[in-house]
């Protein structure tokens, strides 16, 4: 197949930023998000490091997709539910896709009933399960 505009061949770029296929193939992500929360997600996954994190503030991204305080609330709060970021103040992480995002929604740390501390205790052995 011939491409039409040759000159204009889509390459990966040299910083890093990607879209999962999944996002699409599994409509159940799309259905669940209205185009705020697509926007931002979008915004999210451009500007995410290789782990998925950025720090942008709630005024640059009300700024940069032109949406109230209240849409944006509404669309991080539609991504958090349909499991595709986890938003922990000033801190987002956009997550790798699964097969059932219904399901499989992230549970912030803040809500986990174990600490940091206690994992590694009982990782080195010095405390119980």
Known sequence: MALTCPERVRRVPAHFSWIDHQLVRESSYLKQCDLGALALYLVLVTVGDAEGLSYYSDQTLERMLRLERAQLLAARRQLCQAGLIVYEQPLYQV??????????????????????????????GGGQP
């Open 95 to 124: 997550l790798c896709l699964q097969k059932a995002p219904a399901q499989t929604a992230a549970v912030p740390r803040a809500e986990q009933s174990r600490s940091t501390k206690e994992i590694l205790q009982h990782i080195l």
